[in-house]
């Protein structure tokens, strides 16, 4: 039920973290849980868009009415992006993690007695949001979150314009907001237009608010 202005529409979302190995068994990663990224899914979904959710590995199950794919790392998610396009819409959710190991070992590495602990050395990982907003089949609206602990305003409005962006989600993350792997979230949608603050809502929410934003953007466009 429900209207479908997205019908006729394709987007491609990136939700959860990334997992970067140090070795076979060891990985970076960081405290994304996928909520809000899938919640986004279902609900560019259920106004009748063509969804296709890029997601790091998260606990929760794949959103109904929506095309997953699995991913690890970084690299892997840009190429599963970047090889979906062309798309009308993109929104970027995932916590990518910035920096991969170098050289990941490609044997477990072992514990010697004596010996310092070995150096981690990184390298930084591709801007999945970056590259999809400077692309040739850049799609019509590009979305981007900014997760932050402090200046939550003016790093989105940074990032809207390095990455591309046409909208940026911006929240503070700092732990005691209880954002990060929670079920609540804080934004501030910021545009060329400005910005707009939401109440502090359920993730679904703030998902059901965006995709209706998206969709009366492309209405126009
Ligand atoms: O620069 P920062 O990581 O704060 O930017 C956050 C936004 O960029 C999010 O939309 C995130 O999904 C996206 N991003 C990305 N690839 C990266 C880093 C961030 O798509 N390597």
Not at 63 to 82: N, S
Not at 125 to 136: A, E, S, Y
């Amino acid at each position: 039920g429900g209207p479908k202005p997205l019908a006729g529409r394709t987007a491609i979302v990136t939700s959860g973290p990334t997992h970067e190995p140090i070795d076979p068994v060891r990985y970076i990663a960081n405290r994304s849980s996928g909520r809000q990224g899938h919640a986004i899914a279902a609900a560019l979904a259920k106004l009748g868009a063509d969804v296709t959710l890029v997601s790091g590995p998260v606990t929760i199950s794949d959103p109904a009415g929506v095309k997953t794919v699995h991913v690890e790392r970084a690299d892997e998610m840009l190429e599963a992006v970047v090889s979906r396009l062309p798309a009308d819409i993109a929104v970027m959710v995932a916590a990518v993690a910035d920096w991969r190991v170098a050289t990941s070992a490609g044997q477990k590495i072992k514990k010697k007695s004596g010996e310092p602990p070995p150096p981690l050395v990184l390298a930084e990982n591709p801007d999945i949001l970056k590259t999809v907003g400077h692309h040739d089949k850049r799609p019509k609206l590009v979305v981007g979150f900014a997760a932050e602990t402090q200046d939550v305003e003016k790093n989105g409005r940074d990032k809207l314009l390095r990455k591309g962006a046409d909208l940026i989600v911006a929240n503070d993350v700092s732990p005691e907001t209880g954002i990060m792997g929670g079920t609540r979230n804080r934004v501030k949608i910021i545009s060329a237009k400005g910005v707009e603050e939401w109440p502090d809502l359920g993730k679904d929410e703030v998902a059901a608010r965006l995709a209706n934003l998206i969709a009366g953007r492309l209405a126009g466009a």
